[in-house]
């Protein structure tokens, strides 16, 4: 099973797609000017305590208050506000715990009003993004994620991930993690971690370390709003999540973004360096993969599966539904018993995969095809849990009910996403009367007429829909070596299934894009 990244940079921001032999399994959009990530810190300002819902409002810059709950302060809360107080004040210059003296825990069914006040600067960290109507959501247990390790300040504990189940690879995690941690940071143990030698894992708690020490020399200066660590990008937060022995390729086509990675992976694991390109084909990085395409068939409302059954997805407020249809599938099955097990199979995998390809979150209740057998509903459950297992969101999956339904719940950290997969018709706009599209060649002809005659430009090219490159290439005397014969110039055409039927680009030999005049 081979990983692949893409990283197409777009004047909008990075788009990015996860691909699992071949097939897209994540894909995220990163807008360079959204201001919250999930992982940063945040210097915020009490605003309001709402002691019926035992949570405080918090300001962080956002245009609602951020929530934070009560169980969400983490037990070392009161030593948290004692550092950060220090730190304003400049009482404090470091971000060391050796000496620092911790203040009691608070009880764990304790009340908001006792701990925070209001106008009170505070230390929080971004768990989930601003969704829909409603203000980021807040943790005060701050913790920074590393490669191997997660670091806790204020906590003495050492944790290992659930993943990790070989009993000796256990012991030896937890022995060598207690023995270089420094007092008062607590370390969870990540599931990559397995197999990984001391200086490994010595080098990634020095860099957490070393993040958390900035945080600190950033906080003595800190104005209420601003961040005081921030989460890496999504691209670099992917590569370090997910760098391992199967990561066949990242490929970008931004020298900027190239360079920024290759020094990451440089610091992080420099054995993979190699598999970092850059692209400089002459197609565009997401038409060579043909990207373009499995976006627009997977973002729709209804899925296709591979033998004949698709799935119908609705989105609420509330929940997210799904449901199985067998659609066209062949009955060479047994029976009709046999064909729903056949499809509520094919859909659980189609359904993982589209549960992080669009980031979907909160509870998901799918209405599988009706199956009679208990083994074979046991086996499409146990098949759905296989399936999430790559999940690196937090899940759980419920049996099957009476009704056939399953259950999911996933956690939900960043706003789902969504891509248009209707198109407002390029030549009528929406309005349902087609003009003149027949005339689209004679428009390209003519601003490349007025292209190479009036402005002298050589080395042209001509992205246009695959119908378009069709009838522009066909035949043994083509309209592209008329053009030859006409201008003593060879125009490259290029298939770009993104733009409209009747969408089309000019671009010169330095591959910018040339401005259509008007009226040519």
């Not at 809360?77 to 009691?104: C, Q, W, Y």
């Not at 009003?113 to 009170?120: G, T």
């Not at 200086?199 to 601003?226: M, Q, T, V, Y």
């Not at 290759?262 to 390109?277: F, Q, S, V």
């Amino acid at each position: 099973m081979s990983n692949e990244l893409l990283i197409n940079s777009t004047q909008k921001g990075e788009r990015i797609a996860l691909l699992q032999d071949k097939r897209l399994l994540e894909y995220h959009v990163e807008v360079p000017d959204q201001s919250f990530t999930v992982g940063d810190i945040y210097l915020g300002t009490v605003r309001k305590l709402v002691s019926g819902l035992n949570a405080a409002f918090v300001d962080v810059g956002f245009e609602k208050d951020a929530f934070l709950h009560y169980l969400d302060l983490g037990p070392n809360i009161n030593s948290l506000n004692k550092l950060t107080k220090d730190v304003i004040a400049k009482r404090v210059h470091s971000g060391k715990l050796n000496n620092f003296k911790m203040e009691p825990e608070i009880e764990k069914l304790g009340k908001i009003d006792k701990v925070l006040s209001k106008n009170q600067p505070i230390l929080v960290q971004i768990v989930k993004e601003p969704i829909s109507t409603k203000g980021p959501r807040l943790s005060c247990d701050i913790s920074i994620a590393g490669r191997y390790i997660v670091l806790v300040p204020f906590s003495n504990s050492v944790n290992l991930s659930k993943k990790i189940t070989d009993k000796q690879e256990r012991n030896r995690l937890q022995k060598l993690m207690s023995s270089i941690k420094p007092a008062n940071f607590g370390v969870i143990i990540r599931t990559v971690a397995q197999g990984t030698d001391v200086d490994e894992l010595n080098k990634d708690l020095k860099d957490c370390l070393e993040k958390w020490e900035n945080g600190i020399k950033n906080l003595k200066d800190a104005k209420p709003r601003d961040r005081v660590i921030g989460e890496m990008n999504r691209a670099s937060s992917i590569i370090r999540d997910m760098l391992n022995e199967s990561f066949d390729s990242i490929t970008v086509d931004s020298k900027e973004v190239y360079d920024d990675i290759k020094a990451y992976i440089h610091n992080i694991a420099p054995d993979k360096e190699n598999i970092l390109r850059l692209h400089n084909g002459k197609n565009k990085l997401f038409e060579q993969f043909g990207l373009e395409k499995q976006i627009k068939s997977l973002f729709g409302r209804s899925v296709s599966l591979p033998n004949g059954g698709y799935l119908i997805i609705e989105h609420t407020e509330a929940l997210h539904v799904i449901d199985v249809n067998s659609g066209n599938k062949s009955n060479s099955e047994e029976d009709q018993e046999a064909t729903a097990l056949s499809v509520n199979l094919e859909a659980a995998k189609e359904i993982a995969r589209q549960l992080r390809l669009r980031d979907m979150g909160g509870i998901i209740v799918v209405d599988f095809i009706d199956m009679k057998k208990a083994e074979n509903k046991r086996v499409l459950f146990d098949t759905m849990r296989d399936e999430m297992k790559g999940d690196r969101s937090k899940y759980t999956v419920l049996p099957l009910s009476k009704f056939g339904l399953l259950q999911i719940t996933r956690q939900r950290v960043r706003p789902e996403m969504n891509i248009v997969t209707r198109e407002v018709c390029p030549t009528c706009g929406g309005s349902g009367s087609i003009q003149a599209s027949i005339l689209v060649s004679d428009v390209i002809a003519n601003n490349l007429d007025y292209i190479l005659t009036k402005q002298n430009e050589r080395g042209i090219t001509i992205s246009l829909h695959p119908f378009l490159y069709a009838f522009f290439t066909k035949g043994l005397i083509s309209e592209q070596v008329k053009w030859l014969f006409r201008y003593k110039t060879w125009v490259k055409l290029i298939k770009d299934t993104s733009l409209g039927v009747v969408d089309f680009k000019f671009h010169n030999q330095y591959g910018e894009e040339i401005e259509i005049v008007p009226g040519n």
